[in-house]
């Protein structure tokens, strides 16, 4: 009677001895399926350059520059818009800009002064992030027309330069912009050092 009891038992126990065993390896060992959970695969691996700000898409704001009358004159307030290219690689800047406003003449009215400037140079993305500052090569070319003793002349102009200039990262695409650039120009057989300082905002 006992044993038929213990009998009895151990077949009763051979199902739960046989899952334990498939679930320590023993069935994947025998060419049974695993009946353990899947593990959860590991995460892909975290891409540091997928966040890196591409550098400005557009700017507004102001720019000043002496362009000497002379007489002591010459100071110009612009407006400026710079419109960037965007490239695969970020490092790369290339701007075109636009500048109109107004130049102080001592000898009568205010001249309108208009510029447009090629800008190609180098920027630090990423690497001082949210500060991104560049280096940059300035061509410009524009004119200039105002009233000479009750006479309206004009003057075509253009030169080039360098400028260097840093933007700060608010939130996104959205920066601040500031630079200082020095460019020589010619205008009516005359040559300038032209000093120009811009600030500005954009995306």
Known sequence: MTRALIAMLAL???PATVDAQESLGMGRRLGRPSVRAPEPEAPPPAQPDADRWPGPQIQLGYGYLKL???YGGGDA???DLSVFIQW???ELRV????QVGARD???GG??????ASVEIGYQLTGLLDPLVPHASLVVSFGGLVGERFETTVAHGLGGAGLELGAALRLYRNLHLHAAFGYQR???DGAAFDVFTFRVGAGL
Not at 95 to 98: D, F, H, K
Not at 110 to 115: G, I, Q, R
């Open 110 to 115: 205010d001249d309108l002064l208009a510029v």
């Open 105 to 107: 003449y001592s000898l």
């Open 77 to 79: 307030h612009l407006a």
């Open 88 to 90: 695969p690689v970020t």
């Open 185 to 187: 120009w010619e205008m």
């Open 68 to 70: 000497a009358d002379g």
């Open 12 to 14: 009763a126990l051979w």
């Open 95 to 98: 701007a075109l800009r636009g």
